[in-house]
T-cell receptor, first 114, second 114 residues
Protein backbone atom coordinates (compact mmCIF):
# COMPACT_ATOMS: atom_id res chain seq x y z
CA UNK A 1 0.00 0.00 0.00
CA UNK A 2 1.23 3.51 -0.78
CA UNK A 3 0.26 4.91 2.60
CA UNK A 4 -1.43 8.25 3.17
CA UNK A 5 -0.57 10.67 0.38
CA UNK A 6 -0.52 14.43 0.87
CA UNK A 7 0.05 17.21 -1.60
CA UNK A 8 1.75 19.54 -1.95
CA UNK A 9 4.65 18.74 0.37
CA UNK A 10 5.59 22.39 0.62
CA UNK A 11 3.53 25.48 0.00
CA UNK A 12 4.63 29.08 0.18
CA UNK A 13 1.99 31.73 -0.32
CA UNK A 14 1.26 35.32 0.50
CA UNK A 15 -1.14 36.57 3.11
CA UNK A 16 -4.68 36.75 1.81
CA UNK A 17 -4.31 33.97 -0.74
CA UNK A 18 -6.38 30.81 -0.77
CA UNK A 19 -4.56 27.60 0.11
CA UNK A 20 -5.81 24.08 -0.57
CA UNK A 21 -4.17 21.04 0.95
CA UNK A 22 -4.98 17.58 -0.34
CA UNK A 23 -5.05 14.12 1.16
CA UNK A 24 -5.59 10.60 -0.13
CA UNK A 25 -6.16 8.14 2.74
CA UNK A 26 -5.24 4.49 2.75
CA UNK A 27 -7.76 2.51 0.74
CA UNK A 28 -10.46 0.95 2.92
CA UNK A 29 -9.87 3.17 5.93
CA UNK A 30 -13.05 4.67 7.36
CA UNK A 31 -11.64 7.56 9.43
CA UNK A 32 -9.71 10.56 8.19
CA UNK A 33 -8.09 13.19 10.40
CA UNK A 34 -6.53 16.59 9.77
CA UNK A 35 -3.90 17.84 12.25
CA UNK A 36 -1.79 20.96 12.53
CA UNK A 37 1.64 20.99 14.16
CA UNK A 38 3.54 24.05 15.34
CA UNK A 39 6.34 24.59 17.81
CA UNK A 40 4.15 26.74 20.01
CA UNK A 41 0.97 24.65 20.11
CA UNK A 42 2.24 21.16 19.33
CA UNK A 43 -0.04 18.69 17.51
CA UNK A 44 -3.65 19.84 17.22
CA UNK A 45 -6.59 17.88 15.82
CA UNK A 46 -8.53 20.15 13.48
CA UNK A 47 -11.32 17.94 12.15
CA UNK A 48 -12.08 14.30 11.45
CA UNK A 49 -14.41 12.34 9.22
CA UNK A 50 -16.04 8.94 9.46
CA UNK A 51 -17.20 7.40 6.18
CA UNK A 52 -16.81 10.82 4.52
CA UNK A 53 -19.02 12.59 7.08
CA UNK A 54 -17.49 15.27 9.35
CA UNK A 55 -17.80 14.11 12.96
CA UNK A 56 -16.04 16.79 14.97
CA UNK A 57 -14.75 20.11 13.66
CA UNK A 58 -14.32 21.75 17.04
CA UNK A 59 -10.59 22.06 16.47
CA UNK A 60 -10.93 24.19 13.36
CA UNK A 61 -9.49 27.53 14.46
CA UNK A 62 -11.91 29.83 12.67
CA UNK A 63 -14.20 30.24 9.70
CA UNK A 64 -11.28 30.76 7.37
CA UNK A 65 -10.67 27.02 7.60
CA UNK A 66 -12.88 24.47 5.87
CA UNK A 67 -12.53 20.78 5.08
CA UNK A 68 -14.35 18.45 2.74
CA UNK A 69 -14.34 14.78 1.94
CA UNK A 70 -16.29 14.28 -1.29
CA UNK A 71 -15.48 10.57 -1.46
CA UNK A 72 -13.64 7.86 0.41
CA UNK A 73 -10.35 8.47 -1.36
CA UNK A 74 -9.96 12.24 -1.20
CA UNK A 75 -10.11 15.10 1.26
CA UNK A 76 -9.18 18.77 1.17
CA UNK A 77 -8.37 21.37 3.80
CA UNK A 78 -8.83 24.92 2.60
CA UNK A 79 -7.70 28.17 4.17
CA UNK A 80 -9.21 31.35 2.78
CA UNK A 81 -7.84 33.93 3.29
CA UNK A 82 -4.52 32.70 4.64
CA UNK A 83 -2.60 34.55 7.38
CA UNK A 84 1.01 34.31 8.58
CA UNK A 85 -0.13 32.63 11.81
CA UNK A 86 -1.44 29.72 9.72
CA UNK A 87 2.15 28.74 8.95
CA UNK A 88 2.57 25.18 10.22
CA UNK A 89 2.90 21.58 9.14
CA UNK A 90 -0.48 20.04 8.31
CA UNK A 91 -0.86 16.29 8.60
CA UNK A 92 -3.54 14.01 7.31
CA UNK A 93 -4.05 10.60 8.93
CA UNK A 94 -6.40 7.70 8.34
CA UNK A 95 -7.48 4.71 10.37
CA UNK A 96 -9.70 1.67 10.32
CA UNK A 97 -11.88 1.09 13.34
CA UNK A 98 -11.49 -2.65 12.96
CA UNK A 99 -7.74 -2.13 13.16
CA UNK A 100 -7.85 -0.90 16.74
CA UNK A 101 -7.78 2.81 15.91
CA UNK A 102 -4.12 2.91 14.91
CA UNK A 103 -3.70 6.05 12.85
CA UNK A 104 -1.45 6.18 9.80
CA UNK A 105 0.00 9.59 9.08
CA UNK A 106 0.95 11.19 5.81
CA UNK A 107 4.27 13.02 5.37
CA UNK A 108 2.66 16.40 5.95
CA UNK A 109 2.42 19.68 4.08
CA UNK A 110 4.66 22.47 5.29
CA UNK A 111 2.77 25.73 4.79
CA UNK A 112 4.47 29.09 4.93
CA UNK A 113 2.34 32.21 4.67
CA UNK A 114 4.37 35.36 4.07
CA UNK B 1 -11.91 14.39 30.13
CA UNK B 2 -9.28 11.95 29.00
CA UNK B 3 -5.73 13.28 28.79
CA UNK B 4 -2.08 12.28 28.37
CA UNK B 5 0.91 13.88 30.09
CA UNK B 6 4.51 13.31 29.00
CA UNK B 7 7.77 14.40 30.52
CA UNK B 8 9.07 17.59 29.03
CA UNK B 9 11.97 17.58 26.66
CA UNK B 10 14.34 17.89 25.15
CA UNK B 11 16.06 14.79 26.45
CA UNK B 12 19.72 14.58 25.49
CA UNK B 13 21.60 11.30 25.86
CA UNK B 14 24.86 9.80 24.75
CA UNK B 15 24.84 6.81 22.45
CA UNK B 16 24.26 3.49 24.27
CA UNK B 17 22.63 5.21 27.26
CA UNK B 18 19.41 3.94 28.82
CA UNK B 19 16.25 5.80 27.86
CA UNK B 20 13.07 6.40 29.80
CA UNK B 21 10.33 8.76 28.64
CA UNK B 22 7.53 9.03 31.16
CA UNK B 23 3.87 9.01 30.15
CA UNK B 24 0.84 9.07 32.43
CA UNK B 25 -2.78 9.22 31.48
CA UNK B 26 -6.20 10.08 32.81
CA UNK B 27 -9.07 8.11 31.33
CA UNK B 28 -12.26 6.25 32.09
CA UNK B 29 -11.78 2.52 32.28
CA UNK B 30 -8.97 0.91 30.31
CA UNK B 31 -8.05 2.72 27.13
CA UNK B 32 -5.66 1.44 24.49
CA UNK B 33 -2.23 3.09 24.69
CA UNK B 34 0.24 3.97 21.95
CA UNK B 35 3.69 5.38 21.39
CA UNK B 36 4.28 7.20 18.12
CA UNK B 37 7.63 8.44 16.81
CA UNK B 38 8.23 11.38 14.49
CA UNK B 39 11.60 11.54 12.74
CA UNK B 40 12.74 14.92 11.41
CA UNK B 41 10.73 16.03 8.40
CA UNK B 42 8.33 13.10 8.57
CA UNK B 43 4.85 12.27 9.83
CA UNK B 44 4.14 10.31 12.97
CA UNK B 45 4.41 6.54 12.82
CA UNK B 46 3.31 3.94 15.30
CA UNK B 47 6.16 2.58 17.41
CA UNK B 48 4.28 0.23 19.74
CA UNK B 49 0.95 -0.24 21.46
CA UNK B 50 -0.81 -2.06 24.31
CA UNK B 51 -4.52 -2.70 24.51
CA UNK B 52 -5.03 -3.98 28.06
CA UNK B 53 -3.52 -3.76 31.52
CA UNK B 54 -0.13 -5.46 32.02
CA UNK B 55 0.39 -5.78 28.26
CA UNK B 56 3.89 -4.97 27.07
CA UNK B 57 4.32 -3.38 23.67
CA UNK B 58 7.71 -3.69 22.00
CA UNK B 59 9.37 -2.74 18.74
CA UNK B 60 12.90 -1.87 17.53
CA UNK B 61 14.30 -2.36 21.04
CA UNK B 62 11.74 -0.05 22.64
CA UNK B 63 9.34 -1.33 25.28
CA UNK B 64 6.42 0.05 27.28
CA UNK B 65 4.21 -1.70 29.82
CA UNK B 66 0.58 -0.76 30.44
CA UNK B 67 0.41 -0.11 34.20
CA UNK B 68 -3.17 0.26 35.38
CA UNK B 69 -2.29 0.87 39.02
CA UNK B 70 -0.10 3.86 38.20
CA UNK B 71 -1.94 4.86 34.98
CA UNK B 72 1.37 4.93 33.18
CA UNK B 73 2.92 3.75 29.91
CA UNK B 74 6.59 4.71 30.14
CA UNK B 75 8.79 4.19 27.09
CA UNK B 76 12.17 2.51 27.62
CA UNK B 77 15.15 1.41 25.58
CA UNK B 78 18.25 -0.20 26.94
CA UNK B 79 20.77 1.32 24.54
CA UNK B 80 19.89 4.27 22.33
CA UNK B 81 21.47 5.06 18.99
CA UNK B 82 21.94 8.34 17.15
CA UNK B 83 19.25 7.17 14.74
CA UNK B 84 16.71 7.19 17.61
CA UNK B 85 16.80 10.98 17.69
CA UNK B 86 13.19 12.00 17.12
CA UNK B 87 10.08 13.29 18.85
CA UNK B 88 8.09 10.67 20.76
CA UNK B 89 4.34 10.98 21.38
CA UNK B 90 2.30 9.02 23.88
CA UNK B 91 -1.39 8.63 22.96
CA UNK B 92 -4.55 6.90 24.10
CA UNK B 93 -7.71 5.64 22.44
CA UNK B 94 -10.54 6.07 24.92
CA UNK B 95 -12.61 3.14 26.06
CA UNK B 96 -15.74 2.77 23.97
CA UNK B 97 -14.16 5.07 21.44
CA UNK B 98 -17.07 6.27 19.37
CA UNK B 99 -15.10 8.82 17.44
CA UNK B 100 -11.98 6.99 16.39
CA UNK B 101 -9.76 9.81 17.53
CA UNK B 102 -6.60 9.53 19.60
CA UNK B 103 -5.61 11.82 22.43
CA UNK B 104 -1.93 12.75 22.14
CA UNK B 105 0.55 14.01 24.68
CA UNK B 106 2.63 17.06 23.88
CA UNK B 107 5.60 15.07 22.60
CA UNK B 108 9.12 14.60 23.98
CA UNK B 109 12.12 15.41 21.84
CA UNK B 110 15.04 13.00 22.13
CA UNK B 111 18.51 13.90 20.95
CA UNK B 112 21.20 11.21 21.00
CA UNK B 113 24.83 12.32 20.68
CA UNK B 114 27.63 10.09 19.36
Amino acid sequence: DAGVIQSPRHEVTEMGQEVTLRCKPISGHDYLFWYRQTMMRGLELLIYFNNNVPIDDSGMPEDRFSAKMPNASFSTLKIQPSEPRDSAVYFCASSLVAGGYEQFFGPGTRLTVL
Amino acid sequence: GDSVTQMEGPVTLSEEAFLTINCTYTATGYPSLFWYVQYPGEGLQLLLKATKADDKGSNKGFEATYRKETTSFHLEKGSVQVSDSAVYFCALSPLYNQGGKLIFGQGTELSVKP
